[in-house]
C-alpha cells in the first residue's frame, strides 16, 4: 500500500473522529492521551495538543483520578473488568477546573500493536440539571399537600390544642385558689397540679412538634425507617382529624418480621396520611365504622401497606381518573392527595393501587421495597 492511501484512511478516520458528536478518547497501557477528537476539545476546553501523551487523570476529579489507575492496572494484572465494557456516570473536570457530571463508556482496541482503550464520554449536565428541577418540583409539590391538608385539618388542630391548653388554664387556677390557703394538704395538691401542666404541655409540644415535621418546607432526604413505628405515629397525627374519633382504627402490622424502608419518613407518612383521611372521608355517614390499616410482606423484598375502609367503594367515573391530577370526588378538596402520593410512591421504587372490599368499602394500598429489622441487635 501507497503512502497516498494510508494518508487518506487518516484524513478519513480524523474526520470520523471529529464529526462524532460524543467526546472520544483513546489512551494507552499507562493511561496516556493518544487521541482527543474535537468533540473532547469542546467538552474538557483542551487543545489536542495540550492533553497528547499526558495521562488522562488530567481530565478527571477526585476520587475519580486516584482510582483510574487502581481499574487500569488490576484489569491489566488480571483481567477483572470494573469499568472496561461498562458505561457509568462519573464526574469530569474541565481546564478551567469546573466539574461536570459525565456517561462514560471504555471499550478495549482488539488486536492493536500495543495496548489501547477508548473512551466515549457523553456530556449529561442538561439531563442532571432536568432530573434536579424534576426532584424539586415534586418537593415543591409534595410541600404544598402537606401544607393543604393542614389547612382542612385545621378545625382539628384548634380542638387538638385547645383541650391541653384548657386543662393548663384550670389546674393553674385551681393552684391558685390552693396557695391562698397553704395547708400541707393544700401544699401536695398544688404539686400535683404543677404536674399536670407539665403534662398537658408536653402533649401540646407533641402536637406541635408532629405538625410542625410534617409541614416544614426541606429537601427530601431517605433514611432507614421503622415502618410499623412511622404507621403509629401518622395515626396520631391522623387523629388531629377530630372525625376520626368516630371510627374504631383497627391495626394489623407485621409484628414477627418486622419491616424497614430506606425513604423518606415525612412523605411516607404524608401518602399514609392522604389514605386514612380519604378512608374516613367515604364513611362519613357511617359513624362506628371501623378502618383498618395493615401491613403483610408480599415477598422476601416487598412489604404492602394497605388501608381499608367500609364505606360505599367507588362508582365507574371516579375509577378511571382516581389518581389524576386535580380529580376528586369531594366538595372542597383539592384532587392533589392520590396524585402525590403515587408520584411519592413511584420515585421510592413502589407501587399504589386500589380495588374493592368485601362486604362493602375499597383497599388502597402500596408497596415498597423493604428489609427486616434485626430484632436481637434491638434487643441487645
Not at 458528536?21 to 476539545?41: S, T, Y
Request: charged fraction near 25%; hydrophobic fraction near 40%; aromatic fraction near 6%.
Amino acid at each position: 500500500m501507497g503512502q497516498a492511501p494510508i494518508e487518506d484512511a487518516n484524513a478519513r478516520l480524523t474526520a470520523l473522529l471529529d464529526a462524532t458528536v460524543d467526546a472520544l478518547i483513546i489512551i494507552d497501557g499507562k493511561g496516556n492521551i493518544e487521541v482527543f477528537n474535537a468533540a473532547a476539545q469542546r467538552m474538557f476546553l483542551y487543545s489536542s495538543q495540550e492533553v497528547l501523551g499526558k495521562n488522562i487523570k488530567l481530565l478527571m476529579p477526585s476520587p475519580f483520578s486516584e482510582e483510574h489507575d487502581k481499574y487500569l492496572s488490576t484489569y491489566l494484572a488480571s483481567g477483572e473488568t470494573k469499568i472496561i465494557g461498562k458505561g457509568r456516570k462519573v464526574r469530569g473536570k474541565k481546564s478551567n477546573g469546573e466539574e461536570f457530571p459525565i456517561f462514560l463508556s471504555v471499550g478495549e482496541v482488539k488486536e492493536s500493536s500495543h495496548t489501547q482503550f477508548v473512551g466515549i464520554i457523553r456530556d449529561i449536565s442538561e439531563q442532571e440539571q432536568d432530573r434536579i428541577e424534576v426532584q424539586e418540583s415534586r418537593d415543591r409539590l409534595s410541600h404544598a399537600s402537606r401544607l393543604s391538608s393542614m389547612g382542612e385539618l385545621a378545625a382539628g388542630i384548634a380542638h387538638e390544642m385547645n383541650q391541653p391548653l384548657a386543662a393548663i388554664t384550670s389546674y393553674a387556677q385551681a393552684s391558685k385558689r390552693l396557695l391562698q390557703s397553704a395547708t400541707v394538704d393544700n401544699k401536695e395538691k398544688v404539686a400535683i397540679a404543677l404536674d399536670k401542666i407539665c403534662d398537658q404541655a408536653i402533649r401540646a409540644s407533641d402536637v406541635i412538634d408532629r405538625l410542625r415535621s410534617f409541614v416544614k418546607k426541606r429537601v427530601a432526604q431517605r433514611e432507614s425507617v421503622d415502618l410499623n413505628k412511622l404507621i403509629l405515629e401518622t395515626v396520631k397525627l391522623a387523629k388531629v382529624d377530630t372525625r376520626i374519633l368516630d371510627h374504631q382504627v383497627i391495626l394489623k402490622l407485621s409484628q414477627d418480621i418486622k419491616p424497614k424502608l430506606l425513604a423518606d419518613p415525612v412523605q411516607i407518612q404524608q401518602v399514609l396520611l392522604n389514605l386514612i383521611r380519604n378512608g374516613i372521608d367515604a364513611m362519613e355517614d357511617l359513624k362506628g365504622a371501623p378502618l383498618h390499616i395493615r401491613s403483610q410482606w408480599l415477598s422476601d423484598e416487598m412489604i404492602e401497606v394497605s388501608v381499608i375502609d367500609c364505606g360505599y367503594g367507588l362508582d365507574e367515573d371516579s375509577i378511571s381518573g382516581i389518581f389524576s391530577p386535580f380529580f376528586t370526588t369531594k366538595a372542597a378538596g383539592m384532587g392533589m392527595g392520590l396524585s402525590v402520593s403515587q408520584t411519592i410512591i413511584h420515585s421510592h421504587g413502589g407501587t399504589i393501587y386500589f380495588g374493592p372490599s368485601q362486604p362493602s368499602g375499597c383497599i388502597f394500598s402500596f408497596s415498597l421495597p423493604a428489609t427486616v429489622i434485626n430484632q436481637e441487635k434491638i434487643e441487645k
